[in-house]
């Protein structure tokens, strides 16, 4: 006669024999080091935590959150964020699709060109941040204002004028990003079947036909998770600023990303903020959080609304 099996032990045999066992250790790190985290930092923004008395906060509600919007540092730290990125992403967007165009095409030496590209990515950010900032420099060290004065052009003030900060910030960016996103796009044109391209090019379209009315259309999707990954990584910024501008001149660069940096971690007083207030800065992180969130969840569902239209 069979012996019944218990059912917890079917139960358990049949976790054992599905894919349970293999994807586990990965949900319980996701749990521990991605989802633990943030709602942490949601407690975290709702105390008066501090670096020097990490166990004594205090539950302040949305005390940290008022404070925010009556900052007129933090009004115009958002103003930046918001003005570096409109004019980031469409930039380096544009110039990425460009670079990947050219290195699509069966050139004599594009490896070449696709290592130089990507250069930029084996450096960290702050180490970019420092090689501009000594490139940059506005005395007879910085290479480009001493090659500007040799030809008898003058000194361009990128650090000490607030209108040049900013464009030297925007520079820099898109200089260390641009390949990350141009092999992005590489990948996306590559899956293009090139029947499609030759069997238009029969038909008489020429290279500018070719590329509005076959290439962007099939990478809409790529596009798109492009522009939400740049979206996510330029509004976050905050080691090129501390490299380069340190939020100045004139609190003139601070961007959301700096700003709780600081609040959390600098010197106090240094580049006019408070430092220390662990439970001030989770708030701006939190409120970095719900901007972000906004606008993936919108531009995705103009993604998907447009894909129902067609």
Request: aromatic content about 16%.
């Amino acid at each position: 006669m069979a012996v019944a099996t218990p059912r917890s032990t079917r139960h358990l045999e049949r976790f054992l024999g599905g894919p349970w066992p293999f994807i586990l250790p990965g949900v319980v790190l996701y749990l521990a080091l991605s989802i633990y985290p943030l709602f942490y930092q949601f407690y975290l923004a709702m105390t008066d935590m501090q670096v020097t008395s990490l166990a004594g906060a205090q539950w302040i509600g949305l005390d940290n959150f008022a404070f925010l919007f009556s900052d007129s540092r933090f009004r115009e730290a958002l103003q930046f964020t918001f003005i570096f990125v409109l004019i980031t992403v469409p930039l380096q967007y544009t110039i990425a699709f460009a670079l990947a165009l050219l290195v699509d095409q069966k050139l004599r030496g594009r490896i070449v060109f696709r290592l130089t590209y990507i250069l930029p990515l084996a450096i960290s950010s702050l180490i970019v941040g420092l090689m501009w900032r000594l490139l940059m420099h506005e005395s007879a060290a910085g290479f480009i204002n001493a090659f500007l004065e040799r030809l008898g052009l003058g000194t361009l003030p990128f650090f000490s004028n607030p209108h040049w900060a900013r464009f030297s910030v925007i520079f820099v960016n898109i200089w260390a990003s641009v390949g990350s996103t141009m092999i992005f796009l590489l990948g996306g044109l590559q899956t293009i079947d090139p029947e499609q391209i030759e069997a238009a090019t029969v038909d008489g379209a020429n290279a500018w036909q070719r590329f509005f009315l076959i290439k962007l259309p099939l990478m809409r999707e790529i596009s798109s998770l492009a522009l939400i990954f740049m979206f996510v990584a330029t509004f976050g910024i905050f080691e090129k600023i501390l490299a380069l501008t340190f939020g100045g001149p004139a609190n003139a660069t601070f961007t959301i990303g700096f700003y709780m940096f600081v609040t959390a971690f600098g010197a106090r007083g240094a580049a006019g903020a408070t430092a220390g207030l662990l439970g001030r800065a989770a708030a701006m992180g939190v409120v970095m959080f719900f901007v972000i969130m906004v606008f993936v969840l919108l531009y995705l569902r103009m993604i998907l609304f447009e894909r129902e239209e067609a």
